[in-house]
């Protein structure tokens, strides 16, 4: 059979099979075209099993023959990927070109746009490997689009297009993007040990990275085990692609020994994502003495009295603005209101205001007469200040 019987090539010059056409079942390629608001597509696939009436014709060599054929393509970053299946290894006397072929679904005909082609024997063509009967392609020699959703195998004659001795074709049908979640650690104070006062609730920080592609609304994280009783939290904003967001929840242990905690992380149209982590209780630390309390560089001021932290007050470097203007940097005071240290010493003490909107918070561990914690602040005009500090008592 003649190629031109089967294909009609468009009038488009070195572009080997560029333009051909090859009939294919519109049918199983609508449904996707309705989808105009769905996420973008990722990737496309199918079984190429549709066969011209005709070929392969009697008398055509197994080597020249397809047994099967399956093709992908990836627009990010132009991915044309296949596996073709021969019925028979050929020799130099059988031997054939294997063109493999993507395009747009127009009028009933797959319209090929670009072509990956190799000998069937010899050395393959460029990002194609050869292994027995089978051939597989794995090249991104060229662009390839997300509107390419037809494909066709074609074993031709070997240095023309006038004989066609088989061809298997088919739709490719859309993966679109979607996001994944990865809880990635759950931390208390910036560390993975998890050990914490019995009965009392602390805030662990839960780590969720969106590890796909597509991004979600609002995460939830929840926690649950035997021993433990966990409040959950959530985002307040989307997640995208490849970030990460730390969401806050609080843990109680009512357990005398290690607990296992099962956290899951769920957003809108995302499956949950679950992670298993150890909660161990933690002995009780010196209870912190009443006194004066400062910072060796004096610029961290504040006095516990009857186990609250009381007239707190840091003086940080704040740095306001930044991109597309250059940031400004002031040393401003901040200051914490009264706060009960809990009998845990752990210190999870956040300030919110709304007029003007802002966060402060202090993290960290009170003991005998020292204080080890992190200040941050962030406010109007995109201001904010970190700071870490020790504070050791220096009088009553």
């Not at 020249?64 to 393509?73: D, E, N, P």
């Not at 069937?120 to 292994?131: A, D, E, I, K, Y």
């Amino acid at each position: 059979m003649r190629i031109r019987d089967l294909i009609t090539v468009a009038a488009v010059s070195g572009l080997a099979t560029t333009g051909a056409l090859f009939p294919v079942d519109s049918a199983a390629a609508a449904p996707h075209a309705a989808q105009a608001a769905a996420p973008p597509i990722v990737a496309r696939s199918g079984t190429l099993t549709a066969r011209p009436s005709g070929l392969p014709s009697a008398g055509t060599p197994a080597a020249r023959q397809l047994r099967s054929a399956k093709a992908a393509t990836r627009p990010h970053d132009n991915r044309a990927t296949a596996t073709v299946v021969l019925r028979e290894a050929p020799g130099s006397s059988h031997q054939a070109r294997l063109r493999m072929s993507f395009g747009v679904l127009e009028g009933g005909s797959c319209n090929a746009r670009v072509e990956y082609s190799t000998p069937t024997h010899g050395t393959p063509g460029p990002g194609w490997r050869r292994s027995g009967t089978t051939y597989t392609l794995d090249s991104t020699a060229q662009s390839v689009y997300s509107s390419y959703d037809c494909a066709f195998a074609a074993l031709t004659e070997l240095n023309g297009y006038t004989t066609t001795f088989d061809v298997l074709g088919g739709n490719l049908a859309p993966t679109y993007a979607s996001p994944k979640l990865k809880i990635q650690k759950a931390t208390l104070l910036g560390s993975k040990k998890l050990k914490l006062p019995r009965g009392e609730w602390v805030t662990l920080t839960v780590d969720v990275r969106n590890i796909g592609t597509y991004q979600t609304g609002n995460v939830v994280v929840r926690g649950k085990g035997k021993g433990v009783k966990v409040k959950s939290g959530k985002t307040s904003y989307a997640l995208y692609p490849e970030s990460t967001a730390s969401v806050p929840i609080k843990v109680k242990l009512t357990s005398r020994r290690m607990a296992k905690l099962k956290l899951t992380a769920i957003g809108p149209a995302t499956k949950k994502a679950t992670k298993v982590v150890k909660v161990k209780p933690a002995k009780a630390p010196k209870r912190i003495r009443d006194g004066k309390y400062r910072s060796k560089d004096k610029r961290v001021n504040f006095a516990v009295r009857k186990g609250r932290i009381t007239g707190f007050r840091i003086y940080a470097l704040t740095t306001c603005g930044g991109y597309p203007d250059f940031p400004t940097y002031t040393w401003n005071h901040y200051s914490i209101p009264k706060w009960k240290i809990p009998k845990s010493g752990i210190l999870q003490i956040v300030e919110k205001g709304r007029s003007p909107a802002y966060t402060a918070s202090l993290n960290g561990r009170a003991a005998g007469t020292k204080v080890k914690a992190q200040f941050s602040y962030s406010g109007p005009n995109r201001c904010r200040a970190s700071a870490g500090f020790t504070a050791q008592r220096i009088g009553r």
